[in-house]
């Protein structure tokens, strides 16, 4: 794991970042390259593990946050991916198809664990941002992940709850663990 990473002064990524691209590689078929789609992906950290630990063929990064733009074009960079597109958006909204042109085989996340006035909140906005998610906006990453993935494909995140259900979705649950901070998913969008 490359721990220098860059990264705004206000966030730092977290193990289960790297806990969550453990679970995708011994999950995840390797026998072939991804198209890939990272969702909320911050400073790029999941993208570029998985670039290294996972072939990928194509990767499509979606952000919602400018500030983050800068080093996540510098991490994909430093490692070596050069088949990349980054998007400033919102995975919420109605209009993701617009970002998301064609379909994946892989879609991942680590979403924000909190819901809005959940737990002690922070001065900084940016932070804020990073921890916490309208229920309704987050639930729509799931619909959005689906309608984004090939038939067959898969849908790998973790969250803080271990209560996602794959058929409230659409999806197959394929396997659930639990680890120390959160639980990680694996679900497959079928045929």
Same mark, same amino acid.
């Given at each position: 794991?490359?721990? /220098?990473?860059?990264?705004?002064?206000? &966030?730092?990524?977290?193990?289960? =970042?790297i806990q969550?691209?453990? #679970?995708? +590689?011994?999950?995840?078929?390797?026998?072939?390259?991804?198209?890939?789609?990272?969702?909320?992906?911050?400073?790029?950290?999941?993208?570029?593990?998985?670039?290294?630990?996972?072939?990928?063929?194509?990767?499509?990064?979606?952000?919602?946050?400018?500030?983050?733009?800068?080093?996540?074009?510098?991490?994909? /960079?430093?490692?070596?991916?050069?088949? &990349?597109?980054?998007?400033?958006? =919102?995975?919420?909204?109605?209009? #993701?198809? +617009?970002?998301?042109?064609?379909?994946?085989?892989?879609?991942?996340?680590?979403?924000?664990?909190?819901?809005?006035?959940?737990?002690?909140?922070?001065?900084?906005?940016?932070?804020?941002?990073?921890?916490?998610?309208?229920?309704?906006?987050f639930l729509?990453?799931?619909?959005?992940?689906?309608?984004?993935?090939?038939?067959?494909?898969?849908?790998?995140?973790?969250?803080?709850?271990?209560?996602?259900?794959?058929?409230? #979705?659409?999806?197959?649950?394929?396997?659930?663990?639990?680890?120390?901070?959160?639980?990680?998913?694996?679900?497959?969008?079928?045929?």
């Amino acid at each position: 794991m490359k721990d /220098d990473y860059l990264q705004p002064d206000f &966030y730092h990524f977290n193990e289960d =970042s790297i806990q969550l691209v453990r #679970f995708i +590689k011994e999950n995840i078929d390797n026998s072939t390259e991804h198209s890939a789609l990272e969702v909320g992906a911050g400073c790029g950290v999941i993208s570029c593990e998985l670039f290294k630990n996972v072939g990928l063929k194509s990767l499509l990064l979606v952000e919602l946050q400018a500030e983050f733009l800068p080093y996540l074009k510098d991490n994909l /960079d430093s490692v070596g991916i050069k088949n &990349y597109s980054i998007h400033q958006s =919102s995975f919420s909204g109605d209009d #993701f198809l +617009k970002v998301v042109r064609s379909k994946n085989s892989l879609v991942c996340f680590n979403p924000p664990y909190f819901f809005n006035h959940e737990g002690r909140s922070s001065n900084n906005s940016q932070l804020e941002t990073c921890r916490r998610i309208e229920r309704s906006d987050f639930l729509k990453w799931f619909k959005n992940s689906f309608e984004s993935l090939e038939a067959g494909g898969s849908l790998f995140f973790c969250h803080r709850s271990d209560t996602w259900q794959a058929k409230d #979705f659409g999806f197959t649950d394929i396997l659930k663990e639990k680890g120390p901070g959160a639980t990680f998913y694996f679900w497959k969008k079928e045929n």
